[in-house]
């Protein structure tokens, strides 16, 4: 029997019906319309699907749709503020990061969570969460330095 | 010559919509009435149908029809036709399309094809081309001797072998004869997948009034539509096809292939749409997979390091069709010299059918497979002659005289191979090697030089279309497929420099709509700047002649008198005398209100000059534009592992000329680290019955950041070319040719032991080390 659930979707309270098990991914996309968020592997192996649920990084194709009530997802969607981008989207376009542009959502979205959590992550720890995610374009330089870029415009952001 | 927006860094004008999420890939699309297709996968890789049971299918919720290739009389392919859009009674690999489900959503038609019930009669199943070549092999086609093919190309019938290319230069035999040192051997380049992040797909629109319209992430829109449209019995007017944002490529997304199957299905409804997109298994088994090329090959040279001759024989597991693979064993064969002048040469490639997935393009088209084999042997000629590989190439390398395997004789436009060579030499090997092994590790460097043509065809063209806006702005649309690689920007550079006019004031076109786009053969072969950059030249050369005929009427002065430089049309011997472009976009009008002059729009194209078919001896008019380049690495064997790291890979190319720094470097650094993954990891392995074994991100293990090297070193020599726009050349696939070679190269320096074959696997290593022990 579906089941109705309510959480916040980038800061706005939305209520779904959900059926049997489905994921995250699959509320965000057909249900709600945002699209932003990418399905790439089918087994949590890519990334591309990362979204930000109650402020920890999280694979929306695995994520039971069940598990959403009351929770506060952040998705791609809700970054910029209106065409104002958020400093780590600026910053992965300033270090030449985005190529196809299909794996960035979920690396912006990933990078979002870090940062949140320890705003001077070290460039071990950047490594690490970016090794989380499949990028078939870049080879991955411009996308660490994209971030290394992000945790300074942060601290920038902050200082001033 | 000094550029005013060439070479220099401009953000690309996408970036912002990709780094939103607002971009719309084809999984993104919504359409009224959308319906959705899930398709059943056979259980074997080579048999009978005996019978397809629907019943139970056809009866759960949401399904509105169940489709079976019963009676499918539809064959397709742009090269040969020995393609069907499902299997009819036959399977010929595993991911062949055998039923498919339309359901209202998505879920639904997942759980209903689960319900199809398949009864097969298995055959035997070659996965090898060695084994689909053996005498008492059945065919895999019985009709292939019927298939429709173009020119040039021919199934042998009765045999698996869908087409034998031959390139005879000179006397093989003298050149042996001519020969002191002969060394052969026998490379491997396994099974590949593309693997682009976003998977391949299709939403396919039977409309009401007879019209086809259609969806792809795919970057062939006017190969899609033309093939619709034969099949269909349509006009090619009458058949739509968009192609929206592109999640990569690689390869994999050319030529037409879900497409087709999609429209079957899609034409079982008529009337409402179908979305299909691959599940990622999908999009490893049932898309295009690449390479699958085993090169035997024979090398001669004099005492005194001269190369005298080149056999070469390359079998090319080319899967269920050979429609897509094809041109890659041809340019394979052809290119199988590397950089290297062979006054003789015999090469034969052979494409063979066997029960895999259709093999097509991935990046590198051919050139990685066969020259990986060149660039080892020039590395095991050298040992043998005692002679330094440097010096040897140095004696060997294609330059200005020189005459290709093709017969086509080089000019100083088509850039410099020594000067590469020599950059990727100095930054890592003008010193001795500081340190052969400590404790832990072996340490190596490897070399290799590369040389890469585009494998085009005769009529292949890119069109441009130009748009003077009332502001002055410009508008352009194209047919190139943006697929990660930065085509949007190069177009808008060269546009804005072929014009004279700021970037931020020319747009780019984003989806393309064979509706509203010019007409391009495919974006493949990195032929879009050297061709499209020419087209777009050629369109602004027509409308800066089209502002200076209107401005001639209004200046009363011959055209011949007039110049332009972006903001106006002005006397050349009085600049006072003069009228800003935005009065003469749309014609120039009076103060009486009177108006003269055309409005400002134009079109033009560029094939490459002169291509032609092959003669009988296999050559002609098919490399046109080749590009040189030379890579190296320096990497590190972990004694307890085996493991390879590489510390510092160094890739230079003569590009020509650099359009964007920026874009070029991330084409370049993003080729490497997928060389490197094909070297050391990557393979799409399948059981002797024909089933997968990874088909999987988390089993098929492309590189993470963890992956990459410690270092990229990447530069580029400037030769100018003579097509491409302000010289330059092609770059995007030629950066993974060089990689393999360069890195087993670097493996022999290290530990002394010979690799054949990639991947190059740790296990291999500690193989191959264990042996050095006993």
Redesign the interface.
Known sequence: MPEKITFTVNGTSRTVEI?GS?KLIYIL??KL?L?????????A??G?CVVVVDDEAVKSCTFPAKKLAGKEVL???G??NGTN?HPI?RA???A?A????????GI?MELFALFHRKRDATDDEI?EV??R????????????DGALLARKYLSEAVDR | MGFKYIGKDIPRPDAVAKVTGRVLFLDDIKLPGLLRAAILRPDYAHAKIISIDTSRAEKCEGVIKVVTGKGCKLVYGDNIRDLTPIAVDKVNYIGQPVAAVIAETLPQARRAVKKIKVEYEPLPVYIDARAALAGDAVLIHENSGEFWHLPGIAPIAGTNIANRYILKKGDIEKGFEEADVVVEGEFNYPFGSCSALEPHGAIVWFHDDNTIEAWSSSICPFIIREELARVYGLPVCDVRVHIPELGGCFGYKSDITVEQTIAYIAGQVPGRPVKWVATRKEDFLSTLIGHGMRTQIKIGARRDGKLTTLKTRILHSTGTSADTGVHVLIAATHNSTGSYEFPNCYLEGNSIYTNTPPVGAFRGYGHQESQLAVERMMDILARKLDMDPFELREKNYLGPGKVTSLGETLHKTNGDMKECADIVRGIVFSKPKEISEDEKYYYGRGFAALMKTPKGATFSSKSCYLKFNIDGSVSINMGGAEVGQGLRNVVRQVAAEALQIAPERIRVYTEIDTQFSPWEWQTIGSMFTTQGGRAIVRAADKAIRMLKETASQVLRVGIDLLDYDGDYVFLKSDPAARVPVPELGRGYTFDDGRTIGEVVHTTADARLPRQSNPDENGQGTMGITYTFGAQACELRIEKETGKIIIDHFVSAFDVGQVINPVQIRGQVVGGVMMGIGASLHEELKFTEEGKAVNPSFRKYRFPTIKDAPGKQTVEFVETPGEIGPFGARGIGEHPVVGVAPAILNAIYDAIGVDFYEIPVTKEKIKEALDRGKE
């Open positions: 059926e489905e996309r057909e319309n699209t932003g968020t990418k399905r790439g592997c089918d087994d192996s890519c591309a998705t791609i969607e970054m910029a981008l989207q992965l376009i300033d030449g985005v190529q196809c542009g299909y794996c960035t959502p912006v490594k970016l090794s995610h499949l990028c078939r374009c870049t080879g991955y330089e411009a996308i660490y």
